[in-house]
C-alpha cells in the first residue's frame, strides 16, 4: 500500500490518499477543507479518487468534500453515524457555525466491525468514540488511520461538544490492547508507531493503567 499525506488548512490536517503499489485509484482519509487542491494534485499524477473515508465530522476534517465530487460527482463518503447530524445543516465548533457531513448530501454510514474494500485496499473501522461521539480508527494493513483519537505523544481534545474524557480514554486503552504493532497516521502533526505510543504517550500509558 503506498499513503501519501497533504497537510491542509489553517489547522494542518492531515488528507491521507492511499492506494495499492502502482494502482491509479486511491482512498482518501479526511479531506481536510481544500477538496480542490487534493482533487488538483491527484488529477496532475494521474490517480482517481474511489471514496473519501471520514474519522470523524469536525469541519476540518470534512469541508474538502464538495471540491472532490467538482471532480468525482458520484464520489461515496463513509461517516459513522453519530458523526452525520443527520437533518442538520449546520453546527456550531469553535463559535462559528460550519456545514455538517449530511449537508453534502448522499453519505454512507459505516460502524464497528464493517469493512470498505477501497482501490483494493480492506479497510476495517474501529469504533473510537470520544473527541467525537462518532469518532472512528480505520485500520488498513499494517496502519493506524487514528483521525483526532490518537496524536503522537498524546490525545484528542473532549472539550468540543459531544467530546468524552471517559470514552477517548477506553478507547486509547482499546487502541493499545491492540496484537502487534501499527504506523500510527493522525489527523494532525506527525506520524508514530502503536509500540512508541504504548511506552511513551503519558495519555495512553494512563488509559492503559500503567
Not at 16 to 26: A, D, E, Q
Request: aromatic fraction near 8%.
Amino acid at each position: 500500500m503506498e499513503i501519501s499525506v497533504l497537510r491542509l488548512g489553517q489547522i494542518g490536517t492531515n488528507c491521507y490518499v492511499f492506494r495499492r503499489k502502482g494502482g491509479y485509484k486511491c482512498g482518501i482519509v479526511d479531506p481536510g477543507d481544500q477538496g480542490e487542491q487534493v482533487a488538483r494534485w491527484m488529477v496532475d499524477k494521474g490517480l482517481e479518487a474511489e471514496a473519501v473515508l471520514l474519522t470523524h465530522g469536525h469541519f476540518d476534517h470534512i469541508l474538502g468534500i464538495p471540491g472532490l465530487r467538482e471532480e468525482w460527482p458520484d464520489l461515496p463518503v463513509y461517516c459513522h453515524p453519530a458523526d452525520i447530524h443527520e437533518g442538520e445543516d449546520t453546527l456550531s465548533l469553535l463559535g462559528q457555525a460550519f456545514p455538517t457531513v449530511s449537508s453534502f448530501g448522499d453519505i454512507t454510514p459505516y460502524q464497528e466491525g464493517d469493512v470498505v474494500d477501497v482501490a483494493g485496499v480492506k479497510v476495517e473501522v474501529l469504533e473510537t468514540p470520544g473527541h467525537t461521539p462518532g469518532s472512528v480508527t480505520l485500520q488498513a494493513e499494517d496502519v493506524l488511520f487514528t483521525g483526532d483519537t490518537l496524536f503522537a505523544g498524546s490525545m484528542g481534545r473532549t472539550d468540543f461538544p459531544g467530546g468524552d474524557e471517559g470514552q477517548i480514554m477506553k478507547s486509547l486503552r482499546r487502541l493499545g490492547e491492540l496484537e502487534g504493532d501499527y504506523r500510527v497516521l493522525p489527523g494532525h502533526e506527525g506520524q508514530s508507531t502503536l509500540e512508541r505510543e504504548r511506552q511513551s504517550n503519558y495519555c495512553m500509558r494512563g488509559a492503559m493503567g500503567s
